[in-house]
């Protein structure tokens, strides 16, 4: 290979990690498109008033996105999580996520009654609550507030990176 040939391969190689780091990945638009559905189910879950704190102040949405979308993540589970915020604004035809909580409420009961939807809810259910009583170190769980409304604390010891470097 010739010099020239080289420096200019070499140079599309090192271009490419950087073109890619910046397009955004089918997930992540995946994710946009269902965001609002999801955030919405997770504050209905878990409201402002009441003696936990809120899904919104415990930023739970950010915490499932950055956790689902990780690597390691089951891929058949990241699906799950998109097709089932999909089918949810389809039946209830993209309005959920303006809906009044009576009606969040009778929606999301009714979405229950199917296995697909009961499975969907224990799933979001499931992150909203690592979300908000695991480490803060996760994202989440802001100031503690989740350990100080069970009057809990984390384990011991506690990590000190987001996630186990490979």
Known sequence: MKRRSFLILGSLIGLSSAVKAKSPDSFGKSFKEVEATIRAVQEHMFPPGTELPSAREMNVTKFLFETISDRTYDKDIRVFVIEGARELQVREKGRFASMSPRE????????????YGQNWLSRILTLTMEGMFGDPVYGSNVKEYGWKALHAFGGQPRPKNRYIEL
Request: charged share 60%; glycine share 0%.
């Open 104 to 115: 969040k409420e009778k929606a999301l009961r009714r979405y229950e009654e199917s296995s």
